[in-house]
């Protein structure tokens, strides 16, 4: 970064640049609209304008899960905090990566309550105690050196330990001053680490877990949010210490779901597979999960217990260790760090090997896969959209999937070949978020296909999605499964249906008026034949699968 004295929103965009930031998403509004004229005039960085705050938010979100680096979201304080809060909780929950950059539209008179003012003064709303309760670290800025540390700052905590959201909210002065190079706080120093040691875990650790591998009758491993970027790692771990490997919701996707050793996700409405080879586990190596409560059956002992198995636990933060359920051991290291570690000591003899697989393929045999032997009906069950889907999946393909009923069904029965390709949101589980993010995932990958699922409900909450990837003719093809009800709701009322049934919107024509190839479709042949057609599309398509409201999720849980 120069020394020179240099208009702030200039000098902001210069600290993102150095922090490796390559996309800002938002909209310009308030005091944000100096940042995003930075913007144009800089090299290395790209503004992306998007529908509503809250689409933004979620697709920078999204470009934290893919490339493992923060994004920036940014806007007019008011409305980053209002609708982009949606996204901005789903990252903190999720921890992904992202850095908040917005303002607090104070006029330079902040204490009389300016129009849009949001300081947190008499008879304003707070907006540094919004962000700061779905943030990992929040900070205002009066003048343009603050701003400036502040990103620098930001981008540090967005990545150090568990990463998350962070927020820079600044004050008029901060956007529209110089910075002085002399001045306090520095920023000379543009990156706060340069480079990050990751811990690692000692010989005599490695061995001893290589160790309960191969002694155990059967190690189970789980694999968690934290270890999303250690794919080959994964599949390696399972293939040498002949261990199944099951996965937390988060984790959907980081071992393909055909690598034979495959046990399925955790999670209510996961793989009953899953559950049966953790009840028969005697070891459990747990990678880079938190064992939250909705992957371990509210903390059941019939599925984690240290009374019954050796639960050896791997994270980068200390605190994770133990807090949900009991360990025998917790190493604190970086999850690809242990695992390369690990694997050249691994070794099992070809006994141990077929006893395991024995014991793996008999509760595989249990479980019926409902996606492929589902009868082709008019409308579809969900459980065939699933297995029609399941027939054409490639590597090409990407998976974002929203949330409600159609989610659950493709937790259950969705084979996907590829690790890594399998995006959700996993903190607050908010309809609508799986198009929105979909938007990301196209612009940064697009030489696949990416295949957005979404109920009609979730497609009603997310409609100008539509309308940005035709503008920006991304290879996406949005699944609407079309049942013309709240199902997640529906399946939870004891006392009656009420407030549940959703206008009949033909999203065909919806998305024909966007500007995006679209299509209705009532059979698995249709189905198959729309989801080949758009596969060899340059831009957007929609199909819109009419499905049987009948259907109901709830059979799918998984009991204790």
């Known amino acids: 970064m120069s020394l020179e004295p240099a208009p702030a929103a200039q000098a902001m965009v210069r600290a993102m640049i150095d922090g490796g930031v390559t996309h800002v998403y938002g909209i310009p509004g308030g005091y944000t609209i100096k940042v995003f004229e930075a913007i144009r005039d800089a090299d290395g960085i790209d503004a992306v304008l998007a529908p509503s705050e809250q689409i933004a938010a979620c697709m920078a979100d999204m470009h934290g899960r893919i490339t493992g680096r923060p994004a920036v979201l940014s806007g007019q304080g008011a409305f980053i905090a209002g609708t982009g809060s949606f996204g901005i909780m789903e990252a903190y929950l999720s921890g992904t990566p992202m850095v908040i950059v917005t303002e607090m539209t104070d006029h330079g008179i902040a204490q009389h309550n300016a129009t849009q003012s949001i300081t947190g003064d008499y008879a304003s709303v707070d907006l540094p105690a919004i962000l700061r309760a779905m943030t990992k670290f929040t900070t205002v800025a009066t003048t343009p050196n603050e701003a400036v540390h502040g990103i620098q700052l930001a981008l540090h905590h967005a990545m150090s330990g568990r990463p998350g959201p962070t927020a820079v909210i600044g004050r008029l002065d901060a956007f529209y001053g110089t910075t002085d190079p002399t001045g306090h706080p520095s920023y000379r120093d543009t990156i706060r680490v340069h480079e990050r040691a990751p811990a690692r875990p000692t010989p005599g650790v490695i061995a001893s877990v290589a160790s309960l591998l191969r002694d155990a009758k059967l190690p189970v491993i789980v694999a968690g949010n934290g270890t999303h970027g250690c794919y080959d790692q994964i599949g390696a771990l399972a293939q040498r210490a002949a261990a199944p490997v099951v996965t937390t919701q988060k984790a959907r996707g980081v071992l393909a779901d055909q690598h034979p050793w495959a046990g399925g996700m955790l999670g209510a409405f996961g793989s009953p597979t899953a559950y049966g ?164 995932a196209a612009l940064l990958r697009p030489d696949g296909r990416v295949l957005s699922i979404v109920g009609d409900g979730g497609m009603q909450m997310a409609l100008p999605a539509l309308a940005f990837a035709s503008a920006h003719q991304l290879p996406i093809t949005f699944v609407v499964m079309n049942n013309g009800v709240l199902g997640n709701v529906l399946d939870a009322q004891k006392a009656g249906r009420y407030a549940v049934d959703l206008p009949a919107i033909d999203y065909t024509a919806v998305a024909q008026a966007f500007g995006l190839s679209a299509r209705r479709v009532e059979t698995d042949a249709a189905f ?22 009948g259907e109901s999720s709830g059979q799918l849980r998984v009991r204790r």
């Open 277 to 440: 080879l953790l009840r028969q586990a005697d070891m459990v190596l747990v990678l880079g999960s938190r064992l939250n409560p909705a992957d371990t059956l509210m903390e059941s002992p019939e599925i984690f217990s240290v009374d019954r198995q050796t639960i050896v636990q791997v994270d980068c933060v200390p605190e994770h260790l133990g807090r949900a359920i009991p360990v025998t051991t917790g190493i604190v290291s970086d999850v690809r760090e242990f695992l390369d570690a690990l694997l050249p000591e691994i070794g099992v003899d070809e006994a141990t090997v077929d006893s395991r697989w024995e014991c793996l393929e008999a509760l595989r045999s249990t479980i019926d896969d409902e996606a492929a032997v589902a009868l082709s009906s008019s409308p579809l069950r969900p459980q065939r959209v699933v297995g029609v889907l399941n027939d054409l999946l490639t590597d090409r393909h990407r998976i974002v999937l929203d949330a409600g009923n159609n989610r659950i069904f493709h937790y259950r029965y969705l084979r996907m070949p590829t690790p890594g390709r399998v995006h959700m949101c996993g903190g607050h589980l908010g309809m609508g978020w799986g198009p929105s993010a979909a938007l990301a």
């Open 528 to 549: 198959d034949d729309a989801v080949r057609v758009a596969d060899h599309l340059d831009g957007p398509a929609l199909i819109e699968v009419m499905t049987d409201p």
